[in-house]
């Protein structure tokens, strides 16, 4: 099945610094990339996604790049803010077999110093 | 449009009891899942429906989970009995049939003592 690594597991950075989080996969097949975001003791939520057929997304300060041939992707944010602190999960959806099945990483938490 | 629901929202129970969650997907939503979260780990998937029929429950330990979806709308999830170590959330998703945009219920925190 799909396996999905996260790296950093922790990131602090100065408010308006940016921000960059890193996911690497196994699953060639996969062809989904979401990121979500979970505030403490709230529901992730969905920010960004991409699709395989894409190398990037761009929506106002967030950003996910793509690269196929590596099995690597990438939520960038810049102009980071307080409110952006958070715990980020990148996730895949495997190839043909695994339905709409979300393989998720183990997560990075965002700090942002005001 | 109101999003996912589940309830309660949390739960204490003693080992060896049986507990049950509850989720209401988003109104037009065929698929509905059922993930496990530990703390500080991402989710882990426990049981997929399309409408009332369990298309994925290779992750959920059947000895003691169970859950059902009877009309294709609201879905219950089911321990008994609780151990130790399910104490976590619970959280329900929901899609349409052909999305892959998956999105989150506020979770029920489990703890077993």
């Known amino acids: 099945g799909e396996n999905v690594e996260q790296h950093p597991s922790t990131l602090s950075v100065q408010e308006g610094d940016s921000a960059v989080i890193k996911c690497t996969y196994s699953d060639s097949a996969s062809n989904y990339f979401p990121w979500y975001k979970q505030e403490l003791g709230k529901r992730p939520q969905l920010i960004i996604d991409i699709r395989s057929n894409v190398g990037e997304k761009k929506d106002q300060r967030i950003a996910v790049t793509l690269n196929k041939t590596a099995k690597h992707f990438s939520l960038h944010i810049t102009e980071t803010q307080p409110e952006d602190s958070a715990v980020y999960f990148c996730a895949a959806v495997g190839g043909d077999n695994a339905g709409n099945m979300l393989t998720f990483g183990g997560g990075t938490r965002l700090m942002v110093k005001p | 449009e109101a999003g996912v629901v589940q309830s309660p929202r949390y739960k204490i129970i003693e080992k060896k009891q049986p507990v049950a969650f509850w989720c209401n997907p988003i109104s037009g939503h065929n698929t509905l899942y059922w993930y496990r979260q530990n703390l500080g780990q991402g989710p882990e998937l426990l049981i997929r429906?399309?409408?009332?029929?369990?298309?994925?429950d290779s992750q959920l330990p059947k000895d003691r989970f169970s859950a059902e979806r009877l009309k294709g709308v609201d879905s219950t999830l089911k321990i008994q009995p609780a151990e130790l170590g399910d104490s976590a959330v619970y959280l329900c998703?929901?899609?349409?049939?052909?999305?892959?945009?998956?999105?989150f219920g506020p979770g029920t925190r489990l703890t077993v003592t």
């Open positions: 429906y399309e409408n009332e029929e369990a298309v994925d």
């Open positions: 998703a929901s899609s349409l049939a052909e999305s892959y945009e998956q999105y």
